[in-house]
């Protein structure tokens, strides 16, 4: 009863009070002082008392081969009486394995807890990647299906550390194998918090998709891309940001002259603008060719759906209440519209 609390734990009972007191012993009349000195004394422990040690927890949790070891958290070791060896002599489990059975290979991938600055060694890091890819039967990373592996996949794994030193697991890749052109979509692994506030990442994702689509160079294309299709190459964060893909485009490429009559969907309320109204139907006008006030009125609603049906919704699809809107000075007869729009298409081909 009095052992435990003066030595600390019950490991190091088990393993040094054999060689300090001999079977049998009994100390009613020894001095307390003295016999805490000793134990103190003790308490540095030769190269074999380590091993001793260890080798004691791999037989109270009934580990058969000394190389699984590496899954043993640290805690167990202190649990046990082993606070002693972590400090000064060893800065982690790693450091004591290695030093203690030097002729055992260990494999510290399959360390739940790494040891401090684990993740900073890209050595580590590759090697963590190797192991995945040969756990799905991939000869190399280079060569992985990584959109095989979710993130809480990598996280069991024992990659929570390797996550967290990178934005994405693209970005892992990217680093660790700049000799191939990886993809945004090329993992399932979930990006942090905040990742996609950067606008640099956004059109990195974008010139991605871009690639994807077959037109590298030539991002204006991308009007023509609808939000489902951006989605399912993974890009449902960035309609968080941007609600429509014109106000996406329009941040990622402000370099470019976007015109919001090529997009399916516009941002809520633009066509309550009586500006944005005239600056389409001025665009309308070059297209159909419209030279007096009267060649409006052959312009059907078929015709006009090429602008996109944004604006036709916001003004009930009749055809007369955009021109009131866009021209408002002009006196406009919805009577010669409803006339003249059954031969409009026709009339359109010859003019």
Not at 48 to 68: C, H, P, Y
Not at 225 to 243: C, P
């Amino acid at each position: 009863m009095v052992l435990r609390p003066l030595v600390g734990s019950v490991g190091f009972s088990r393993v040094f009070l054999p060689s300090v007191f001999p079977k049998g012993f009994l100390f009613p009349h020894a001095s307390l002082r003295s016999f805490c000195k000793v134990i103190q004394r003790r308490r540095t422990w030769d190269e074999a008392e380590q091993r001793d040690f260890v080798l004691s927890v791999q037989r109270d949790l009934g580990i058969s081969n000394i190389a699984d070891l590496v899954e043993v958290p640290r805690k167990e070791f202190t649990r046990r009486g082993g606070g002693a060896l972590f400090g000064k002599r060893f800065a982690s489990t790693k450091e004591l394995l290695v030093s203690l059975f030097p002729d055992v290979s260990f494999d510290f991938t399959r360390m739940k807890q790494k040891p401090k600055g684990y993740w900073k060694d890209r050595k580590n890091q590759r090697a963590f990647l190797e192991k995945l890819a040969k756990e799905k039967n991939f000869t190399s990373p280079l060569y992985a299906d990584w959109s095989q592996f979710t993130t809480q996949y990598i996280k069991e794994s024992g990659g929570t550390g390797l996550l967290n030193e990178y934005g994405t697991f693209v970005d892992a890749l990217r680093t660790l194998y700049p000799e191939k052109q990886w993809k945004m979509n090329a993992a399932r692994a979930k990006v942090a918090n905040h990742y996609w506030n950067s606008l640099d990442r956004q059109r990195e994702f974008m010139d991605d998709v871009c690639r994807i689509q077959g037109h590298p160079s030539d991002p204006s294309q991308l009007c023509h891309l609808s939000a489902q299709k951006l989605r399912k190459l993974g890009g449902a964060s960035l309609l968080k940001i941007h609600s429509t893909m014109f106000q996406l485009l329009s941040a990622v490429y402000p370099d470019y002259h976007w015109d919001i009559s090529d997009f399916k969907r516009v941002p809520r309320g633009h066509w309550d603008s009586v500006e944005n109204v005239r600056e389409l139907m001025e665009k309308a006008k070059v297209h159909f060719r419209i030279q007096t006030d009267d060649d409006w009125y052959r312009i059907s609603l078929n015709q006009f759906r090429i602008f996109g049906k944004g604006v036709l919704d916001r003004y009930d699809y009749r055809f007369i209440n955009i021109l009131r809107i866009a021209y408002p000075e002009k006196n406009w007869l919805a009577s010669k519209i409803s006339s003249r729009a059954k031969k409009s298409s026709q009339r359109h081909l010859f003019n």
